[in-house]
């Protein structure tokens, strides 16, 4: 599998610290390697934030529960009384 | 509270709403006293709530002793961040919230084809480095055959989406708005 694994290990810090130094060596050898330690960093990036979109979609489907099912009227309906003037 | 407790979508519900009921009320009342719209209070409350899930599924989650105060806390620094100018001259304590923010947004247009192509590799990816879970807790989720599947499974994944920004990164300045 190329070498996602390694590069992976090595961004978590799931090596040791002399494998990892040897591994910041080869990176400096290597354009390649180089390349794809920061795609492989990119590709988090684009974890991360389709991680955030979903769970802030959860969150707001939480939300719309919570504005329109009737067990929990009451409690929206008493913080919604928070912003009349 | 720990990663292994909100694996499913029914669980993080589940502590949705609890921490909605705790400490909503509490924000509410801050942003209505700062002359805030309970829409803005919401979407305070939204981001609050994903920057404490990011807390709650790292490593260190259980330093968080009273979870009213700290999503207090945060959801004052956000509203001073995003709706006050004159943030300057507030207090830096407690603000660890720019942890969320450090890095680039990327395009809808690379997200919809991942969330869509590549859903199923997504969620898998989602839930080893997102959400951090326990490759167990993996394993049944997904429905692997064991461990050693769903991490072959994992690395697969992380090679295809790698491959996927690779093509996209060829026109760098496409998928970084």
């Known amino acids: 599998m190329n070498n996602i694994k390694a590069i992976d290990d090595y961004l978590f810090g799931n090596i040791?610290?002399?494998?990892?130094?040897l591994f910041e060596a080869k990176i400096l050898l290597s354009t390649a390697l180089n390349d794809d330690v920061q795609l492989q960093k990119d590709t988090h990036a684009v974890?991360?934030?389709?991680?955030?979109?979903?769970?802030?979609?959860?969150?707001?489907?939480?939300q719309k529960k919570l504005s329109t099912e009737p067990q929990h009227s009451n409690f929206m309906q008493r913080i919604v009384n928070l912003f009349k003037k | 509270m720990n990663s292994k407790t909100l694996?499913?979508?029914e669980m993080r519900e589940a502590f949705f709403i609890e921490l909605y009921k705790k400490a909503f009320p509490a924000v509410a009342r801050y942003i209505a006293k700062m002359g805030g719209s309970f829409?803005?209070?919401?979407?305070?409350?939204q981001d609050a709530l994903l920057v404490y899930y990011e807390k709650v599924v790292?490593?260190?989650?259980?330093?968080?002793?009273?979870?009213?105060?700290?999503l207090l806390g945060v959801a004052k620094n956000l509203?001073?961040?995003?709706?006050?100018?004159?943030?300057?001259?507030?207090?830096?304590?407690?603000m660890d919230i720019e942890e969320t923010t450090d890095q680039q947004p990327v395009s809808g247009k690379l997200m919809h084809y991942l969330a869509t192509t590549g859903k199923k590799c997504m969620e898998l990816l989602k839930a080893c480095y997102y959400d951090t879970l326990p490759l167990s807790d993996v394993v049944s989720l997904f429905n692997y055959s064991g461990t050693h599947s769903?991490?072959?499974a994992k690395y697969k994944c992380l090679e295809k989406?790698?491959?996927t920004v690779k093509q996209q990164s060829l026109s760098y300045a496409d998928f970084i708005e």
């Open chain 2, 150 to 152: 769903a991490t072959v």
């Open chain 1, 47 to 62: 974890i991360t934030q389709y991680g955030r979109q979903s769970i802030k979609a959860e969150v707001l489907a939480v």
């Open chain 2, 39 to 45: 829409e803005q209070a919401q979407d305070i409350f």
């Open chain 1, 16 to 21: 040791a610290p002399g494998d990892s130094l």
């Open chain 2, 161 to 163: 989406v790698r491959e």
């Open chain 2, 7 to 9: 694996s499913t979508a």
């Open chain 2, 79 to 94: 509203w001073l961040q995003h709706y006050k100018m004159d943030s300057k001259n507030q207090s830096l304590d407690n």
């Open chain 2, 58 to 70: 790292a490593a260190n989650a259980d330093v968080v002793v009273n979870e009213k105060a700290y």
